[in-house]
């Protein structure tokens, strides 16, 4: 069992900044695809980013631009930098790995963009 972790949610106001990070207890390299998913009240899970295992990233066409997508081999861990967040962000904000046989997932973590 791959255990994902995912930490740095908050409030943030429109037009701010949050860091989301995503460990992995293996090491991501071996790994298809790591993506960051979303869901509001309501709605439907949302892929938002996704990164490759060749480094090849993908973005929900609402976050282009304003989202980047990392990893950092060496600590088993992708980032979802985001900028200029809009209350439309607002959602948990989940962590996938993707494996030919399984996918694993986090817990979650809540962003919220509120004035």
């Known amino acids: 069992q791959v255990q994902v972790v995912e930490s740095g949610g908050g409030l943030v106001q429109p037009g701010g900044s949050l860091r989301l990070h995503c460990t992995v207890s293996?090491?991501?390299?071996?790994?298809?695809?790591m993506s960051w998913f979303r869901q509001a009240p309501g709605k439907e899970r949302e892929l938002v980013a996704a990164?490759?295992?060749?480094?090849?990233?993908h973005y929900l066409w609402s976050v282009e631009g304003r989202f980047t997508i990392s990893r950092d081999n060496a600590n088993n861990t992708v980032t979802l930098q985001m900028n200029n967040l809009q209350p439309d962000d607002t959602a948990v904000y989940y962590c996938?790995?993707?494996?030919?046989?399984?996918?694993?997932w986090g817990q979650g973590t809540q962003v919220t963009v509120s004035s």
């Open positions: 996938n790995a993707h494996e030919v046989d399984r996918d694993s």
């Open positions: 990164i490759f295992r060749g480094g090849t990233t």
């Open positions: 293996k090491s991501i390299t071996s790994i298809y695809q």
